[in-house]
């Protein structure tokens, strides 16, 4: 109880002592003793220093010295401890012009390395990191584990730190823990933004307003992306409120329906016909127009709001399919992307049968997106138990981005893939560079003799469909095609269409 009592004044003491007045202080204790008491006062002084010196720096917190909780897999001191230690340099740097900088990392894609590479890989990522940035700073620093993948920094106190100083330091910091990490699973990097506050600039001169302002700082370099440096000012706060605004609109404007599906249309390189059409949600703003997903899908996710948003475009994708069948014009399939927040949820199988059932669509019309990259991460868990559900139910699974993930061919069978979806990345200049027909062959060629059906994506150019149709690619969808457009622009255009393939020539296929 006494040693608990006492450390706030240990740590206080701890930080003077410390700090580089303690170069100044010491000859003037040790003088004043001699003048005071002679050659015996001296020798007293002399020992009384270090002993008190040696009983308060063990006090101050530090990454290695402090009785307090740690994190179970850093071992690194935690959040209060972190505060703690911020409100004594605040107690004592007061009346003093010493300054300081709470520094806030985060690991950005650690649920990733999760999913890919599994739970092993993440604690020994999280310990590397942690170990990283112990290393980096001097002794008297301190490093804290906010959470799984947040750390707190907070530099000892010094005369002078201005803001290129702290940015400085702040990209070593960043630097440092995004190296390699070698777990067992493989190399993995750890993509990290970091954010802070200067002492003089925190809106409070406490330990919870200084790390506040910083984890502000930090959520305005999560929405720059990875690699990014911010520092708190006097516009954080607005955008912080405005982020806020834009998430509170966005999921009112999914409540009131501003937020539909567009349609674009997907055509056979062998009949030219309309093979099916992609559901891709648009948001009609009234005020700044049609949005395109890049605008709301960040803040839908950060809301939580991904399974709402897949319900909306399953629901206007199944009644889409429905009034183009009244209207005369068959459309054999409709493609809804799934969302990894769909994919985890345990009903979504039953919801789908029910939904099929409930606007009388077979679910062979059923396209169901899923990304590669959800693909080739899924373990044995409810993602794979869905998708698995989904081919049961008799939906089609289109797997989006091929090529620019890492699935394997077994991955491709085991989640009976019915259709590869070729990137654009792949597509691009097909008509002009010969190594892009040769990868696209080879793409092709396996699609082939596993049976799978073929789709190119971000076609653009008449040359590209040429070559896409002679290489033997089933089926094309781009802007060169057609634009994504709303619903009641659907019929004019496949009419317009029809009557474009009545007197045109069918572009050939490859043969033999």
């Known amino acids: 109880m006494i040693g608990k009592a006492t450390k ?29 008491g002679g050659e015996e006062a001296l020798i007293l002084a002399a020992l009384a220093v270090p002993l008190v010196y040696l009983a308060c720096v063990p006090g101050t917190p530090g990454p290695h010295d402090d009785d ?45 390395i999760g999913r890919q590479m599994g739970s092993a890989a993440v604690i020994a990522v999280q310990r590397t990191v942690a170990d990283r940035l112990v290393a980096t700073l001097r002794n008297t620093d301190m490093v804290a584990c906010l959470s799984g993948a947040r750390f707190g920094i907070l530099p000892m106190s010094v005369r002078r730190i201005d803001l290129e100083a702290a940015i ?12 390699q990490v070698m777990t067992e699973s493989g190399a993995a990097i750890a993509n990290c933004v970091l954010g802070f506050c200067l002492t003089g600039r925190a809106p409070e001169q406490t330990g919870p307003g200084l790390l506040s302002a910083a984890e502000d700082a930090l959520e305005d370099a999560r929405t720059a992306g990875p690699g990014t440096i ?38 056979s390189t062998n009949t030219g016909h309309v093979s099916g059409f992609e559901a891709l949600a648009r948001w009609h703003h009234p005020e700044r127009g049609v949005l395109t997903p890049d605008h709301f899908l960040p803040v839908l996710q950060a809301a939580g709001a991904m399974e709402h948003l897949g319900q909306a475009m399953l629901d206007q994708a199944l009644a889409a399919l429905v009034q183009w ?32 059932d409930r606007y009388g669509v077979d679910p062979c019309r059923m396209s169901i997106e899923i990304l590669e990259s959800v693909v080739s991460a899924a373990p044995e868990d409810v993602v794979s138990r869905n998708i698995a559900k989904l081919a049961e139910l008799g939906c089609m699974i289109d797997l989006d981005d091929f090529g620019t993930g890492n699935a394997s061919i077994a991955a491709i069978r085991r989640f009976s893939v019915n259709r590869i979806k070729i990137d654009r990345s792949f597509v691009s200049r097909l008509d002009r560079d010969p190594d892009q027909q040769r990868m696209i062959s080879a793409i092709l060629t396996m699609a082939e ?64």
């Open 8 to 36: 706030p004044l240990r740590r206080l003491v701890g930080v003077v002592l410390t700090g580089p007045q303690a170069a100044a202080f010491t000859p003037a204790i040790a003088l004043g003793a001699f003048w005071l």
């Open 68 to 112: 307090a909780p740690r994190d179970a897999v850093t071992g690194l001191p935690m959040r209060d401890d972190l505060i703690a230690h911020m409100d004594t340099l605040f107690a004592a740097s007061s009346g003093r012009q010493q300054r300081t900088a709470c520094f806030v990392l985060e690991i950005a894609n650690l649920d990733a």
């Open 168 to 179: 400085q330091l702040g990209d070593r910091l960043l630097r440092t823990a995004q190296d």
């Open 230 to 267: 911010r520092a708190y000012s006097d516009n954080t706060i607005q955008r912080k409120t405005q982020r806020a605004l834009d998430t509170e609109e966005a999921v009112r404007a999914l409540d009131q329906g501003q937020i539909r599906a567009w349609f674009q249309p997907q055509i």
């Open 325 to 356: 069948q009244e209207a005369g014009h068959h459309v054999p399939t409709i493609a809804v992307n799934f969302s990894e927040a769909e994919l985890r949820n345990p009903t979504l199988a039953d919801k789908l049968s029910w939904e099929l």
């Open 449 to 512: 003799q596993l049976q799978i059906d073929t789709l190119a994506e971000g076609v653009e150019t008449v040359g590209e469909h040429a070559i896409l149709a002679q290489l033997g690619c089933g089926h094309v969808q781009g802007f060169g095609l057609s634009r994504p457009m709303p619903f009641d622009q659907t019929i004019p255009w496949m009419e317009t269409h029809l009557a474009k393939l009545a007197r045109t020539p069918q572009i050939g296929r490859k043969t033999g």
